[in-house]
C-alpha cells in the first residue's frame, strides 16, 4: 500500500500527523485482533487486520525513507553553508527544502543566514533572506521550548522518589518509640541512687 509522497519523495504527512496515524494503527490492530472478541470489527476482521499490519509496514518504511532523505538534505546543507558567500542561492534553495521536510535550523544556519541577512542585496532579495531568517528563528525557537517542556517529565521519571518527611512533633506532643530500638528497662530509666560515702575518721593529735 504506497504511502503519498510530496517533492522529491518527502511524505506528504507531517510528523505529528504521523504520529496520529500510527496511533489510529495501533488501536486498529488491537481491535482486530486474535485477542479482541469475536465479531467485534465485522465478518472480515481478518482481513482488515492484513490491510492494517501492510499499513503498519509502509508507515515504518516511509518514516525511514524520511529520515534517510532528511539527513541527504542536511549533509547537502552543510556543503553550500561551507562555500558561503559565494554560494547564497544555492545555500538559500537547500534551507528551503530542509525547512520542507520538517528540519529545524540549527545555531550555524542561523548564523549564516544573519549574516547573509547583513550583505547588501536588492530589495526583494534583502526581504527574502529577512523573512527567511525570521521564519528560522522561530522555529528554533520553538523547538527548544519544546525540549524545556520534555525535559521536566523526563528528569523526574528518572529520579528516585524523594522519601516522604517525617512529621514535626507538636509543642507537648511525645515521640514515638522506634520500632528498631529496645524499650528501656526500669533500671535504665530509673537507676538505682548510691548511698553516699561515709566521711573520713578526724585523726587524733
Partial sequence: MPMPYGSRGGMAFSADELRVLRRALAHA???TSPTAPLGAFGPDGETDLQEYLRLDEAVDEA???GGRLRAFLLADLARYRETLPGSAAGYLARLQEV????CVPGPDD?????ALAGQPAGPAERDRRAALL???EQLAELSVRARLRVLPAARSADEPPRP???PTPRPGERKAPRPD????TPGEVFPPRRKPAPPPA???A
Avoid: F, G, N
Wanted: with cysteine; proline share 11%; charged share 35%.
Fill in 29 to 31: 490492530i488491537r481491535s
Fill in 63 to 65: 518514516v525511514r525513507e
Fill in 99 to 102: 525547512l520542507s521536510a520538517d
Fill in 110 to 114: 542561523l548564523a549564516a543566514l544573519r
Fill in 134 to 136: 525570521r521564519r528560522c
Fill in 164 to 166: 516522604a518527611p517525617r
Fill in 181 to 184: 530500638r529496645p524499650i528501656p
Fill in 202 to 204: 578526724a585523726r587524733t
